[in-house]
């Protein structure tokens, strides 16, 4: 049941993150995009609507970019419930909640190596749609690096700097980084 419950709160996080735009997809981006998905990579797409077309594909670089960060944002949402399931009683849920915060602003903001454009297309109604891509392992790369960015700025909080320390071994541990890995296997359907 609980499962369910996680499964349904990250698919309703992504659908209440897909810009308006988003939602007139082209067949044959979505297409693409379901290829990556099946493929295990982490996809985004991103439309323009100017006329110039190396700026309508600069914008829709950058709006995939933003995607890939709200996807991301998801499996981390979906980690951080793993989490709080696995450690159980006895933690102290704000440290655990600011650290994540802390993950999501970072990779909402990470540039994301190893990211390549699989697709451009020009729609008739003169919109250019962009698919970008980003492997697991460097999805997951970007998602271990906001979790020690996480952990120094944690550190460096006074409000939780006391609790820190058990909290920030806990999410540094082996059991959290597999629990990191089964978020992506859920966002993956595995």
């Known amino acids: 049941m609980r499962k369910n419950i996680v499964f349904a709160a990250a698919v309703a996080a992504v659908f209440l993150t897909i810009p308006a735009a988003l939602s007139a997809m082209p ?6 995009l379901n290829e990556a998905q099946e493929q295990e990579l982490v996809a985004g797409a991103g439309v323009s609507d100017m006329r110039h077309l190396p700026t309508a594909r ?21 980690w951080q419930d793993l989490q709080n399931q696995a450690i159980g009683g006895g933690i102290d ?3 655990v909640g600011v650290l994540f915060d802390s993950i999501t602003y970072t990779v909402a903001r990470a540039a994301f190596p190893g ?7 020009r729609a008739a109604d003169g919109h250019y749609w962009v698919v970008m891509t980003i492997s697991r392992a460097n999805a997951e790369t970007v998602v271990t690096s906001a979790a020690t960015n996480a952990e120094i700025a944690v550190a460096a909080d006074p409000a939780v700097r006391d609790q820190a320390p058990l909290e920030r071994e806990r999410l540094a541990s082996d059991d959290a ?13 595995n």
């Not at 670089?61 to 933003?66: G, N, S």
């Not at 709200?70 to 949402?77: F, G, H, K, N, T």
């Open 27 to 32: 067949r044959n981006v979505l297409a693409v």
């Open 58 to 78: 600069s914008i829709a670089t950058m709006e995939a970019r933003a995607d890939i960060g709200r996807e991301l944002q998801v499996i981390v949402s979906t």
């Open 93 to 95: 849920r704000e440290t």
């Open 115 to 121: 990211s390549r454009v699989i697709y451009e297309y």
């Open 177 to 189: 980084l597999e629990r990191m890995r089964r978020a992506f296997d859920l966002h993956f359907g």
